[in-house]
């Protein structure tokens, strides 16, 4: 047998992305933190709430500087900083390589951390709309600053809760990701809203949006501006989507719409933890490509998924999801909730 | 608040295919245990060792009767029987409609479970090789047993081993479900194939199968007729994939090479085994689609994918993966361990 740590010891490479060559989807070597190969695959165990914990105010210091922060009377309401273990690198150009028939570039992107308030001991569906309302204008100011970098093509802003849904860190935060590349989850929902446009003149998400008020089986909350619903065919238990109700297809240039949007957000995200016995779940915004922001046929929402079924084989292999839950039984659950 | 019993108790409706509206994918809507929210939606725990096990000779009355069995001197070796609680129905035709803009077929497919020896002690990668190929007969004479009903289109071989990679049961066993439709990951890797094709007049597969055993850095094991090497792209570190070494495009139709085929899965598995510490795995077999059997661009594999990191927020929004191994040094270290 080898000797694991001579042929496995990585002396901190700098991360690669990488093209798989048979369904085009992109990969991030990320070495960061690699050594031996139990050592860094293993999810860590969430932060002690008790020990020290790099996002409480007073350990400012302790992580890379805020490159965002919103003041609140002297002190921050809430602070985006660098991710300390990025998965790809902000320095350097894009330089793309073939690797015989394969296709690779280096690992250009940023990846940031938003720390959603300073407090530790509460978690995002316990703040108030305001204080949820500045979360979302962080999002907007960073994708923002983030766009005018021209290697920079698509920001996937994207949130983990609880250890079995990614988080690593208990302090309520959410995350960011700049990538050279659109990704490949957005450029199908690109592509299948072009189909429908193609077809109707009218954009599928807001054809989606109608039809599921005046159906309303499927409806678990909406507002003067926003409709939050259970998909139609959604890959996991509860999955619930907030679209926007007219036509819009870039999230940065709708600021003034973000008091209702938080207002669906926070209820949303307290229907489920109240449901669901405060389950960790993902969120993630899905909005236009910079090269695509006023697209008629793309509208940007958020899916907000619970973690409560397992990857497993056939999903692996197939792409197909079995979901022990239909949407209109969820959706009914979630709505006749009080929050 | 609303009573949770009323609103979404379900009386045993039929499993549903849902189709999404905006990438095309499908979802099995299946209620076979479907009960209130947090019921049916956790995980159930692994089957202890010392209790009753379905699986196991002397319980064949206990499950539903076997549709295939490889006799093994008065005894049998490996079993296949529809799965008691299946994620599709076996019965009726297949009756596709819409729902407004949306599309949903009746879930009419077959699921069933392969039972890959008697012995409840052991695990796929103790069994000796003989034993390994009569479990791969298993596959391929389902695989043909079912393409003979004009009702489906595809046929998913997979397993999961272990809790945490979606295992149920500790027996070791695989799965198959047939489907009516082809699975979107099997249609991209056909699309990407085809374009490679059209382009270069070689399959992709074969390509990458050369470029790997001349590169040799990816290699984990070969023998006569197969590689198992580490792919350019992987999702999941450790991810490693079983190709014939030259053209085949469908698995059931190679039976000649099953003694290799279970040498390079064997050798594969027992690796990972040592590597990892015997981690939860998933494999899935892809085969081409009934309609395309003898496609010119495509070549059947198996991906065996240790269940090592969690998919979170970014892998859901973006498709993309975060690998923290690079494939070179997995492959590295699993080609050098003995087993």
């Not at 409480?56 to 890379?64: A, I, W």
């Not at 028939?101 to 280096?106: E, T």
């Not at 600053?145 to 959410?174: C, I, P, Q, W």
Request: proline share 9%; hydrophobic share 40%.
């Amino acid at each position: 047998m080898a000797n694991s740590t001579d042929c496995v010891y990585i002396a901190s490479p700098l991360p690669e992305l990488r093209k798989d060559p048979i369904v085009g989807r992109w990969v991030i070597i990320s070495t960061e933190r690699a050594r031996r190969p139990l050592e860094h695959i293993r999810v860590p165990p969430p932060q002690p709430a008790s020990g020290f914990c790099p996002f409480c105010p007073g350990s400012e210091d302790k992580v890379p500087s805020a490159v965002y922060t919103s003041p609140d009377r002297g002190a921050w309401s809430v602070r985006v900083v660098p991710n300390k273990f990025p998965a790809l690198r902000v320095e350097g150009d894009i330089d793309r390589q073939g690797e015989g028939l394969y296709d690779k570039s280096n690992g250009v992107g940023a990846h940031e951390v938003i720390i959603e308030t300073p407090r530790h001991d509460v978690v995002l569906a316990d703040l108030d709309e305001a204080d949820i309302e500045r979360v979302l204008h962080a999002y907007r100011e960073r994708i923002i600053d983030l766009r005018r970098d021209a290697r920079f093509r698509y920001v996937m802003v994207f949130k983990n809760h609880g250890a079995a849904a990614g988080a690593s860190l208990e302090h309520t935060h959410s995350q960011l990701i700049a990538l050279p590349v659109v990704p490949i989850n957005v450029l199908e929902e690109m592509r299948g809203a072009r189909h429908y446009y193609e077809y109707k003149e009218r954009c599928l998400f807001c054809d989606i949006a109608k039809q599921e008020l005046s159906d309303g089986r499927r409806v678990v909350y909406h507002n003067d501006k926003f409709l939050a619903f259970a998909p139609f065919a959604p890959k996991q238990p509860f999955e619930t989507w907030i679209v926007p109700k007219t036509h819009a297809a870039s999230y940065e240039d709708h600021a003034r719409d973000f008091p209702l949007l938080a207002n669906a957000l926070r209820t949303t995200l307290r229907k489920i933890q109240a449901a669901l016995d405060a389950p960790p779940y993902n969120f993630m915004l899905h909005t236009a490509p910079f090269s695509d922001r006023d697209a008629p046929h793309y509208h940007w929402h958020i899916e907000v998924m619970p973690t409560l079924t397992t990857v497993a084989g056939f999903e692996w292999g197939s792409g197909f999801y079995i979901n022990p839950t239909p949407p209109e039984d969820a959706a009914t659950f979630l709505r006749e909730l009080d929050t």
